[in-house]
């Protein structure tokens, strides 16, 4: 096709595609399913009117499938997952995404070869490529409908990670399927250590890439255009890089570089920026859905479909049944293995039937070279399986979310509505007293106005017990969540706290807001957040890995060091987020004493734990504690006034000249409070100092005494660290010179 005529088809696609976008919108179908039926249409329209004529011609290369396709529906998929919410259920997602996956394959491929006569290894081939799915339709339902976010982050998170696997098994057996060799049980090990390989080797070039990336945006302090524009750039190199230089998986190297990006990268810019990029994202990601879709009912010749039916429906029939055994089985055993939360019943029903196949499936049949005999055969089969998921798995999750109840609001969420339909309530009337006040509004409407107000933000069931103060202790816990959180980013927007101690305690406060969400109010359930968050279990397993190594000394020296001054961190956050939550409940006159005085007593048994942690490090470090807490006070006053500065300028107040002088000025200053190095030595004695007097080594010769002077390491361990292992080996030996430590069995 000529290049005008290329454009000139993608112009009309799309087109198409965003009328549907806007139309669906008042329809109980998801767009993509509008959109294959549109497609067929077409189809049937391009032999009978010649202005459609180039459809009928109009094919996508693999090539473009892969590098250009791909890439952009897996970043944007990434960089839109709830990555917190996805450390928790890690274990239960990757479990359901490269397991369970490989058993769909395996039960698929073998039931293809079984009852369609096919080679083996291009069954397998089949299995792997139907076994990923695709949860856009999904996802936009549990949006509109509100449904849990831990189910629409298992749903994503698994569809996400499954699309990798389903690639690299995919690649492999494709690859041998094109070689001609035959295929045995011998060969399994072989296959599973390169699976291995690809699949972890792309994930860490991922991480690795996105988060030099991250790195690199702050340091140079880019504005949106620049991190919008790297984005793109960091989605197709690590694809490309993964692939053709490192040969490895390129989709887990995207998955790894746009999950860096967003967890390591986003909360260090500004909220404006990361709305931009999720907005344009979302606009690659729905031109590429919206081709990919349209291009599944351009594809489609019903005749021949109709004619294959019968292999159509056995493969539905794999499909269904290899997703119900590994959702029914592995899920479980999982959540009882890893301690998770519980996955109900209905979360699960909603896993099987929504594990729907779409724009991958097809991305990737298209992908396989023509020269293999069996690729037309697969490709009306996967058509075919993903019309049944899209035409009738995707229009019923709706009506089976409703059924089960997943779109009832629980008690907390209800609250939740209360408070928010109070506060906009409140604003409104300010607004009209405002306007009132200014003589723009007649008095004689004033009454009328007030009404709407009323109307408008009507509480239903709620307005008869608006007086009765019930649930003021929720509502105080919820505005407590909220004045916690915008005191933490105002922190960590002054330089206070380092992002990651901002991105731990955030991660508290999302459990938080949960926990009430669920409707759990009561007041010993948020007396048990000083429990280990997912941060402080990951420094502890590395403290484990290396506390009893000699070589790993001066390593773990620094370390200790650097989490001191993270647990110094984090605990003036805590007293700082609830001298704030103190001075706010004082304010919420709306509420009654006796809730507000219990949630202030929580809060002020909190700020007690934590002063008492901090009394701890400045009774033993006094020196290195007033210091160290006066660069941060120097830090954050010069950064709260830079961030006015920058507003001012942003907001067109401050010219280009005064802007650069003044930021000149602090960058300088910002600099020399920088140089300071925030290391616990500064109070502690000399290793010789503190071998002096100790019983145990006052008969060592002058030469034995040397050699441990400059051997020895001092290392600080924070409350609750452990420092030796039952049954561990190690070649350490550790000397208590202050503090008190406690031996313990839990086997005695």
Known sequence: MAVSEVIFVLVILLGIAMLVTGICRKLPVPFTVVLVVIGVLLSDLAEQWPLLEPLKHFHLSPEVMLFIFLPALIFESGFALDARQMTKDLPAILIMAIPAMLMSTLIVGLGVWWTMDMR?????????????????????LFKELGAPNRLNVLVEGESLLNDATAIVAFSILLGIAIDGSAIGWSDADNIILDFIRVFIGGAIFGSLLGFVTCELLYRMQSNVTVILTTSIIIAYASFVLAEHVLHVSGVMAVVGSAIALRLFGMSRFRQDVTHSISETWEVISLSCNSLLFLMVGLSVNLGELASGIGPVLIGIGLVLTARALSVYSLVPLTVKWFRLPHVSKAERHIMWWGGLKGGL?????????????????????????????????APTIRPLMKYLGMSDLSKGENLEIRSALINARSKSQSNLTKLLQSKVVPKAGETALSNEIRLAFAMGLYDEDSEKHDDDEFLAMLRAYRTEREELKALYETGYISQYIYLDILNRLYDMRETLRLGDSELDSHRGSTRESFFQRMENSFLQKIRERRWSSGLLSKYQGMRMVQQIQRNLAHVLMCDAVIAMLDEQNDLEQEPR??????????????????????????SFYHHYLEQLAKQSVINSGWNHVKAEFEHDDLGSKGFISIQRRVEEKLAHISDFEAVVSSDEDSVAEMLDGIELFDKLSDQDRSYLEKNATSITFLPGDSIIGAYESGDSFYVIIRGKATVWRTDA
Not at 608 to 620: A, E, F, I
């Open 361 to 393: 499936a097809i991305a990737v049949v298209l992908s396989i070279p023509s020269d293999l005999p069996e690729r037309q055969f697969l490709f009306h089969l996967t058509i075919g399986i993903v019309l049944f998921t899209l035409l009738i798995s």
């Open 120 to 140: 083996l290894i291009v069954a397998l081939v089949f299995g792997a490529l139907i076994s990923a799915t695709d949860p856009v339709a999904v996802v936009a």
């Open 597 to 622: 005085k219990q949630v202030k007593s929580l809060y002020k048994e909190r700020k007690k734990h934590y002063r008492k942690q901090l009394k701890l490090v400045r009774n033993q470090f006094p």
